[in-house]
Nanobody
């Protein structure tokens, strides 16, 4: 299953962006959607994730209180709202999905089965 991610761009420090992610096949049923990011020269890291019901979410400590994940039932999509962005958060942001019904929100890459192509977020100071 291919994921389609969009919403990246160039913003200034303190600005906001909203990223979206959806399966190319909108009828595909996913259980969790996660967001990861990879800054230049660094390993990819977990950012946030949400269950299909929207009832379960999890955030990396570094983004708590600033980023928010949500879902759109109609579009079978997930969104990542990025607020108060910092220059060090410049990275390629990836969405990842799984249809596995884990008991807790997955936070590691290996637990996700399909990935989007990544969208660049650049935060200028």
């Amino acid at each position: 299953v291919q994921l389609q991610a969009s919403g990246g761009g160039l913003v200034q420090a303190g600005d906001s962006l909203r990223l979206s992610c959806a399966p190319a096949d909108r009828s595909f049923t996913w259980a969790f959607m996660g967001w990861f990011r990879q800054a230049p020269g660094r390993e990819r890291e977990f950012v946030a994730a949400i269950s299909r019901s929207g009832e379960k979410t999890f955030y990396a400590d570094s983004v708590k209180g600033r980023f928010a994940v949500s879902i759109d039932d109609t579009e079978n999509s997930a969104y990542l709202q990025l607020n108060t962005l910092k220059p060090e958060e410049t990275a390629v942001y990836y969405c990842a999905g799984t249809s596995a019904r884990y008991t807790s929100v997955p936070r590691v890459e290996v637990l996700y089965d399909f990935w989007g192509q990544g969208t660049q977020v650049t935060v200028s100071s």
